[in-house]
DNA sequence: TTGACATGCAACCTTTAGGTTGCCTATTAT
DNA sequence: ATAATAGGCAACCTAAAGGTTGCATGTCAA
């Protein structure tokens, strides 16, 4: 899971992600186009995104097609995320109870 | 959100989040016992989780009080998480409707 | 079959991240 | 008043992250 916060963490992956999430399959050629920097750098940040599952490589002849593979996010949601989403529910939740105890009870 | 996504990316800020989660307004030194590092190393990672805006603090004379703060976490799970989600459960659906098809049509 | 295209590999550089050590300051308790 | 407690500040170190350049390799198309 650390493989995946770690490559989460940078806003060029986040980008590449989002770009296959607009259009998937696309090759090396093709994602470097929408980053500022060498081909090189694209492959290196593509290759963290496969070790953490997050991407799926296929090659077709020289072409190298990758894939977005939503599972390791979802899972970071699930076990990770889910719990501090509960507590911020639970927050918000006891906001409206203050807040209504306000409406009937002033002295507090 | 750039920040909360690097302060995430972390396994010791990540145990000092879960730590909070466990019990909420440590100190300092109550958070570095649980922390294989100096102080002034949790110090630091401290700051940073204080710059994401998902740990808030107050002092009651000389200690720091820390306390969590989901809504960034609820943020990213939001704007950014939501969207792959959906995509996970609409993949997830595809396999479904694909079984299902194999059931009433063989020959695919 | 040869040139252009798509990508890989490896060495290198610079900045940042994570951590330590040493010393200083402010508050509390005796 | 003073000693112990809780924490801050700043310099420093090392490793890792992000990026570049140069060259090599495999595949496709004319």
Same mark, same amino acid.
């Given at each position: 899971?650390?493989?995946?916060?770690?490559?989460?963490?940078?806003?060029?992956?986040?980008?590449?992600?989002?770009?296959?999430?607009?259009?998937?399959?696309?090759? @090396?050629?093709?994602?470097?186009? =929408?980053?500022?920097?060498? #081909?090189?750098?694209?492959?290196?940040?593509? $290759?963290? /995104?496969? *070790?953490?599952?997050?991407?799926?490589?296929?090659?077709?002849?020289?072409?190298?097609?990758?894939? @977005?593979?939503?599972?390791?996010? =979802?899972?970071?949601?699930? #076990?990770?995320?889910?719990?501090?989403?509960? $507590?911020? /529910?639970? *927050?918000?939740?006891?906001?409206?109870?203050?807040?209504?105890?306000?409406?009937?009870?002033?002295?507090?």
């Amino acid at each position: 899971m650390d493989a995946v916060f770690k490559a989460l963490a940078d806003e060029s992956r986040r980008k590449l992600l989002d770009q296959l999430h607009r259009s998937n399959g696309q090759t @090396l050629g093709e994602l470097c186009a =929408h980053l500022d920097m060498t #081909r090189q750098a694209v492959t290196k940040h593509l $290759l963290l /995104l496969e *070790a953490a599952n997050l991407v799926a490589v296929v090659w077709r002849g020289r072409k190298k097609l990758h894939y @977005l593979n939503p599972v390791p996010i =979802h899972e970071i949601s699930e #076990r990770w995320i889910g719990k501090y989403e509960r $507590l911020h /529910l639970q *927050a918000l939740g006891d906001l409206k109870k203050g807040l209504e105890q306000h409406k009937t009870n002033d002295e507090n």
